[in-house]
C-alpha cells in the first residue's frame, strides 16, 4: 500500500487538494451576473419608461450610452487603483456603489418633468458606469490569482459567459416585473441584491496564499503552474521611478499584440452592447412582440451564448493541455467564433421570426465562443500591471458601449429600420477576426522595459 500510494505523487495530491479556486471563481460568477443584469435594466425597462417620458430613438441612444462613457473614462484611474489597493477592498467598493445608483434609478418617476427625469437617468447611469470601472480588471487579477495557466482560459471564459447567464435568468425575470409591478420595481430588486453581495464579497475573498481554507498542495498547484497566489504585485520604489505610470502605459500601449487585442475586444463589445441595449427594443419595434414576449425570446441567444462561452474556454484549455502553443489554443475560438457571429447580417433576409431567432441565437454562441479577451489578459498583461493593463483592454473594449448604442439610435431613426445597424454589427465580427489573424501575431507575457 505505501508503495501504491507514493507511486504517484500527482494523483495523491490532487485528490487531497483543496478547491477554493472555484468557490471563488463561483461568486466572481454571480457578482459579474448581476453585474450584466444591471446594465441591461435600462434594455428591459426602456419600452415602459420610453412610454411614460416621452424619450425618441436618438435621446433613448444617448441614455444608454451614459454608462459608457463614465466606464470608459474611469477605466485607467479604476486599474491604478486595483494595482494599489488589489481586489477585495476595491471590488467591494465598486458593488456597493453601482448597486445604490441602480437603486437610485427606480426613484426617477418622482421628478415629475421628462426633462428632469431624462436628466436624472442619464446622471444616475453615468455615476454607475464610473463605479463598475473596477469591475472585469478585478476578475482578470482575480483569475490571475488563483488558477494556472492551463485553467485559465476555463476560468475566464466562465466569469465572461456571466453575461449572458445574465440575459437567460434576469431578463425574462425583469420583463415579467416591468409587466405585473412596473418597472421601478426592477431597479429596486437589483439594487438590493448587490447590496448583499458587496458584503460576501468582503467576508469570502482573500489572496490564495492567505485563504484560510486553501492547503499547500492547492497553493503549490496554483503557484507551479504560473497563479500569482500573492495577489497583486505591488512594484518597489526603484520600480517605479524608472518605469512611471505614463511610460508604463507608453509600452503597453505601443505593444502591436496588445493593440491587435484591444481593437478585437472593441469589435467583439459592438456585438455585446446590441444584445444588451437595442436587441429587446428591436424585438419589440422590428418584430412587432410585447415586452413579456421580447424578455422571453431574448433569453434564447443567451442560452447560446452562455453555452459556446463555456465552450470556447474549455476548448482552449483542453488545446494547451493536448500540447498546442498559447497563441493557438487562445486565438482557434476566438477567429472561429467571431466569423460565425457575423451570420446576424442574415436576420435582414428572413421574414419568419423563428429564423430571426434561430440567426441571433448562432451570432450569440459565436461571440461567447470567440470570447476569450480576458483570458488573453491575464496570459500576457505584465505581473506588476495586471489592474491597469486590464483596465486599458476594457477602456478600449467598451468605447463600442458608447458607439454602439448611438450609432444604432441614429440608423434607426434615419432609415425607420434595424437593416443598417445589424450590418454595422456583423461588420464589427468580420474585423475581429482580421485582427486576431493578421495583427496580434504570438501570444505572450509582456516584460516591461525598466
Same mark, same amino acid.
Given at each position: 500500500? +505505501? ?5 504517484? +505523487? ?29 446594465? !441591461? ?25 451614459? %454608462? ?9 484611474? !479604476? ?10 477592498? =476595491? ?49 482578470? *487579477? ?22 449572458? %447567464?445574465?440575459? =437567460? ?12 409591478? /412596473? ?9 438590493? #441584491? ?34 500569482? =497566489? ?57 418584430? #412587432? ?11 434564447? +441567444? ?7 462561452? @463555456?465552450? #470556447? ?19 482557434? +475560438?476566438? @477567429? ?9 447580417? /442574415? ?28 483570458? =488573453? ?12 493593463? #486590464? ?24 432609415? /425607420? ?15 475581429? @477576426? ?6 496580434? *501575431?504570438?501570444? *505572450?507575457?509582456?516584460?516591461? !522595459?525598466?
Amino acid at each position: 500500500m +505505501p508503495l501504491s500510494r507514493t507511486a504517484n +505523487p500527482a494523483a495523491a495530491d490532487a485528490a487531497t487538494r483543496t478547491k477554493v479556486r472555484y468557490v471563488i471563481l463561483a461568486l466572481i460568477f454571480i457578482i459579474t451576473t448581476l453585474n450584466y443584469a444591471d446594465r !441591461a435594466t435600462l434594455s428591459v425597462t426602456g419600452s415602459a419608461m420610453r412610454a411614460e417620458f416621452g424619450f425618441d430613438a436618438i435621446r433613448m441612444g444617448y441614455i444608454f450610452s451614459a %454608462f459608457s462613457w463614465a466606464y470608459v473614462l474611469s477605466q485607467l484611474p !479604476a486599474g491604478w487603483i486595483l494595482d494599489r489597493f488589489g481586489a477585495r477592498r =476595491v471590488y467591494a467598493a465598486s458593488i456597493f456603489l453601482w448597486s445604490l445608483f441602480t437603486l437610485l434609478q427606480s426613484a426617477i418617476g418622482v421628478l415629475g418633468s421628462a426633462a428632469a427625469a431624462v436628466a436624472a437617468l442619464f446622471a444616475l447611469r453615468f455615476v454607475m458606469g464610473a463605479a463598475e470601472a473596477p469591475a472585469f480588471p478585478a476578475n482578470a *487579477k482575480v483569475v490571475a490569482s488563483w488558477f494556472p495557466t492551463k485553467e485559465r482560459g476555463t476560468a475566464s471564459a466562465i466569469f465572461n459567459s456571466a453575461q449572458y %447567464f445574465a440575459a =437567460v435568468v434576469f431578463t425574462p425575470l425583469m420583463a415579467w416585473v416591468t409587466h405585473a409591478y /412596473g418597472w421601478h420595481h426592477v431597479y429596486l430588486m437589483m439594487g438590493v #441584491g448587490g447590496l448583499v453581495l458587496a458584503v460576501v464579497w468582503l467576508k469570502v475573498m482573500k489572496n490564495p496564499a492567505s485563504h484560510p481554507h486553501v492547503n499547500r498542495q492547492e497553493l503549490d498547484y496554483i503557484e507551479q503552474g504560473g497563479g500569482l =497566489v500573492n495577489g497583486h504585485q505591488r512594484r518597489t520604489q526603484e520600480e517605479r521611478k524608472a518605469n512611471g505610470g505614463w511610460q508604463l502605459m507608453r509600452q503597453l500601449l505601443t505593444n502591436r499584440m496588445l493593440l491587435g487585442v484591444y481593437l478585437a475586444q472593441y469589435c467583439i463589445n459592438v456585438i455585446t452592447y446590441f444584445f444588451l441595449t437595442w436587441f429587446p427594443i428591436y424585438l419589440v419595434q422590428a418584430r #412587432g412582440m410585447t415586452i413579456l414576449q421580447a424578455g422571453l425570446v431574448a433569453s434564447l +441567444p443567451a442560452v447560446c451564448g452562455f453555452l459556446g462561452g @463555456v465552450l #470556447g474556454g474549455v476548448l482552449s484549455d483542453s488545446l494547451i493541455r493536448g500540447g498546442a502553443s498559447l497563441t493557438l489554443a487562445r486565438k482557434a +475560438p476566438i @477567429v472561429g467564433g467571431m466569423a460565425l457571429s457575423a451570420c446576424i447580417v /442574415g436576420c435582414n433576409y428572413v421574414h419568419s421570426d423563428w429564423l430571426v431567432v434561430a440567426l441571433m441565437s448562432l451570432a450569440f454562441f459565436g461571440k461567447g465562443l470567440g470570447a476569450l479577451g480576458w483570458a =488573453v489578459v491575464a496570459d500576457t498583461a505584465p505581473k506588476e500591471a495586471i489592474g491597469l493593463s #486590464g483596465s486599458i483592454f476594457n477602456m478600449f473594449g467598451n468605447v463600442a458601449g458608447i458607439v454602439t448604442p448611438i450609432v444604432i439610435g441614429y440608423l434607426v431613426a434615419k432609415t /425607420g429600420s434595424f437593416d443598417s445597424a445589424l450590418a454595422f454589427v456583423g461588420v464589427n465580427a468580420a474585423i475581429t @477576426v482580421f485582427s486576431y489573424l493578421v495583427i496580434v *501575431k504570438e501570444i *505572450k507575457r509582456v516584460e516591461l !522595459a525598466t
